[in-house]
């Protein structure tokens, strides 16, 4: 594969990459990687508690 | 008289306290985040940048192919040749029904693959005998015999060979066919080729609209972009070379492709955009559309984000 | 000149139309509701942050031309950045907008706001791509080749033309980027005209603004 750059990675994604397939579903391990890290995102968000309730706290 | 109260519409009035909040700061930082973030990901991970190919490099790499396209290109059996808008009247439009967008706007940006890919870049080589009495012979041969060629190397396109830098073309009722084919592929393997697609309209050029057509019809560009699971039928719109993360927002654009009517329709390109701009349509009206608004309050997902206000309220 | 010909200029009657909308205190407010208690409230600025970044590694691989980072380390090192913050932003305004839809946030007027950010949603996109054919490498040749096939079947490829790097880059650099600031800029206003929108309450009767 001709490349210029990918030595220059910590971690070289130069090469061919791998897919995963299910009946006509092929999706890439890497895009999957990123499906999955905005969904924990997501519900990391929702769960996480936000600071600030001891000044919200006060305000009531 | 009390306007009624419409839950996926209207907001209640929030008579409830308010803390301090410093937006300046939480803007600052996340934009501190992520500049850091982004220089780890660009330390750590770089960015892909395979190097654009070229007639040149096509050519030499696969002349067969190369000289297989030319052919085509020549006697309009091309897929750019039979396109049909915006580039020539050569093929039917993408339709569905009465509508056809790309049939009533027409041809934008012509292109006549015989003259613009063949001809017009062969007369601009240093005169050859040879070349100019096969560029004659082509050029004012009357259409009837120009097809009867066509015809006798469309029987025999599948057997081209190349060897000792010459193109051989199995058949002797092909006029001049086999002559414009060789001078066209050592011009193209020359890299004299690449040159004279852009340099037709004069010195400056950015528009690269001809090279592609011409790299587009041959299997090599095709061939390089399956090996890296690009291809329409790969779900290849989403993906990128290498293993670095392609476009995961365009998965349901590139959905329809892989799936009946889309992927056997000869207008699946139309099929495809008309029904993604309707799914758009719908994305932006949510506001305004019954039952869509109201998923939200069903869904409950709001009682986890607004956890600590309700908890309060109790 | 008299106290009602200074009212009547343009001038006074913009000011005091744009200050009485949003006041310096309500551009720029010290306090939210108690209720803005979640993290999925930092992802709008979160992918203003992002974009921030896009633009400025953007302007940064415009000092030298289209090409100079195929042929130099540190521009290689300024495209990764600029792919990057790319991924962030759209990362960011993915998990943006999932969170507005699961608060119903255009209710109480807010319409035009979730309309702003759902159209700079596509803007970017488009953004995107007229990005990803300006590289000139092969991901370019393929995306452009590709994509020329489902433009022209809306007719947009008549004067829309994805092979023409000149003119894909100039969308790309400057029509599209201004269009997603001036989007963002008018989305930001809004949230900050209307306030971010109360939670669902159960009993509730009255409506606000």
């Keep these: ?60 | 008289m009390k306007k009624s109260f419409r839950p996926d519409v209207d907001a209640p009035e929030y008579k409830g306290p308010y803390a301090p909040y410093d937006i300046i700061k939480e803007g600052t930082i996340a934009v501190v985040v992520v500049a850091l973030l982004t220089v780890a990901l660009a330390v750590v991970f770089s960015s892909p940048d395979e190097k654009a190919i070229t007639i040149k490099t096509w050519s030499n790499a696969d002349p067969v192919d190369f000289a297989m396209t030319a052919g085509d290109e020549l006697i309009g059996s091309s897929g750019v040749a039979g396109y049909g808008a915006p580039y020539n009247n050569g093929g039917p439009s993408q339709s569905w029904g009465f509508l056809s967008p790309e049939k009533w706007l027409g041809v934008h940006i012509p292109v006549n693959t015989a003259t613009d890919f063949v001809i017009d870049p062969l007369k601009s080589q240093p005169t050859k005998p040879a070349l100019t009495a096969a560029i004659d012979q082509w050029t004012s041969a009357s259409a009837s015999t120009q097809s009867s060629w066509a015809a006798a190397y469309s029987k025999v396109e599948s057997n081209i060979t190349f060897a000792n830098d010459t193109v051989t073309v199995p058949s002797s009722k092909v006029g001049p066919i086999p002559v414009l084919l060789n001078y066209l592929t050592e011009m193209a393997r020359s890299g004299a080729l690449d040159q004279a697609l852009v340099t037709q309209n004069g010195f400056y050029t950015t528009n690269y609209t001809k090279p592609l057509l011409f790299l587009s019809d041959g299997a090599y560009l095709g061939d390089l972009a399956t090996k890296q699971h690009l291809g329409g039928d790969q779900w290849g719109m989403m993906n990128e070379t290498g293993q670095y993360p392609g476009q995961a927002w365009l998965w349901l654009y590139t959905f329809w492709y892989q799936i009946p009517p889309y992927n056997s329709s000869a207008s699946g390109d139309f099929l495809v955009w008309g029904t993604m701009m309707i799914l758009t349509a719908l994305l932006i009206l949510v506001p305004f559309i019954p039952g869509l608004r109201s998923v939200p309050r069903r869904l409950k997902i709001y009682r986890i984000i607004w956890r600590e206000h309700y908890a309060v309220q109790k | 000149m008299s106290t009602t010909e200074i009212d009547r200029q343009w001038t006074s009657r913009l000011r005091k139309r744009v200050v009485g909308k949003l006041p310096p205190d309500k551009m720029l407010p010290d306090t939210q509701p108690a209720y803005v208690a979640s993290w999925i409230y930092v992802f709008g600025v979160t992918t203003m942050a992002a974009l921030f970044v896009v633009i400025g590694t953007g302007c940064i691989l415009a000092l030298d031309g289209p090409q100079w980072w195929h042929s130099s380390a540190f521009g290689h090192f300024i495209n990764s950045m600029h792919l990057w913050s790319v991924e962030i932003f759209f990362f960011a305004m993915v998990i943006h907008l999932w969170g507005k839809f699961a608060m119903a946030a255009w209710r109480g007027g807010r319409s035009l706001t979730w309309v702003t950010g759902a159209v700079t949603f596509l803007v970017s996109i488009l953004t995107g791509f007229t990005g990803y054919v300006s590289q000139t490498n092969f991901d370019s040749q393929w995306i452009a080749t590709q994509a020329k096939d489902g433009i022209n079947s809306t007719g947009g490829g008549a004067f829309f033309n994805v092979l023409n790097l000149g003119q894909m880059l100039m969308w790309h650099i400057v029509l599209l980027p201004i269009g997603a600031v001036v989007l963002t800029a008018l989305h930001v206003v809004m949230v900050r005209v209307k306030g971010v929108v109360p939670p669902f309450e159960d009993n509730a009767s009255e409506v606000s603004a």
């Design chain 1, 1 to 60: 594969m001709a490349h210029n750059w990918g030595l220059g990675a910590l971690v070289n994604l130069d090469h061919y990459g791998h897919y995963l397939n299910w009946h006509f579903i092929s999706i890439s391990v890497s895009n999957l990687v990123v499906m999955i890290l905005m969904v924990a995102t997501f519900v990391a968000a929702l769960f996480l508690p936000f600071p600030g309730r001891r000044s919200r706290k006060e305000s009531r």
